[in-house]
Nanobody
Framework: VQLVESGGGSVQPGGSLRLSCVAS????????MGWFRQTPGKGREGVAA????????YYFDSVKGRFTISRDNAKNTVDLQMDNLKPEDTAMYYC?????????????????WGQGTQVTVS
């Protein structure tokens, strides 16, 4: 599976960004999708995830009510709408794909990762 993220950038606090991830390859097997973020010196932190059908979503507590994850299986895309951004949201954001079992926030359950897209809020 290949994952390509886009949509990162710089924004002022309170602003919005929409990240997009396009998947190709064996998206039938590795169909549980997540977004993670990482800052220098820290491990990857689960931000949000979505089940294969799109009916179940999961969020890190600090982004609940501000971020929304969605997917379009016909286009093999997963988006992360980020509203009311805060400086602490600054990080490199990664799209990830894995099989549909395990804890959504556990980075080790994901088999494939994108190259990342930088989000800066200041």
């Amino acid at each position: 599976v290949q994952l390509v993220e886009s949509g990162g950038g710089s924004v002022q606090p309170g602003g919005s960004l929409r990240l997009s991830c396009v998947a190709s390859g064996d998206t039938y097997t590795y169909n549980f999708m997540g977004w993670f973020r990482q800052t220098p010196g820290k491990g990857r932190e689960g931000v949000a995830a979505i089940n294969p059908g799109g009916g179940l979503t999961y969020y890190f507590d600090s982004v609940k009510g501000r971020f929304t994850i969605s997917r379009d299986n016909a286009k093999n895309t997963v988006d992360l709408q980020m509203d009311n951004l805060k400086p602490e949201d600054t990080a490199m954001y990664y799209c990830a794909a894995g099989k549909p079992y395990g804890n959504w926030y556990d980075s080790t359950r994901y088999n494939f990762w994108g190259q990342g897209t930088q989000v800066t809020v200041s």
